[in-house]
């Protein structure tokens, strides 16, 4: 009966790391690109990493520490 699980509701928690490793930052209830002001309306890291790498990986990585 217990089919629902945690993984839901942590998803919805900004990881702050995502902030070093995507540029994205938390406004509201929602995460925003530093980079292009972009929104992105769920906390997953891929959806973040997706837009980093797709939108903005070529011209910022080599800001990688
Ligand atoms: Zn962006």
């Given at each position: 009966m217990s089919r629902?699980?945690?993984i839901d509701s942590e998803c919805r928690i900004f990881n702050e790391q995502w902030t070093y490793d995507?540029?994205?930052t938390q406004y509201?209830?929602?995460a925003v690109c530093l980079i292009c002001q972009?929104?992105?309306s769920v906390?997953?890291?891929y959806n973040l990493?997706?837009?980093y790498e797709t939108q903005h990986k070529d011209k910022y990585d080599w800001l990688e520490m």
């Open positions: 629902k699980r945690k995507y540029f994205f509201k209830e929602r972009d929104i992105v906390f997953k890291e990493r997706r837009h």
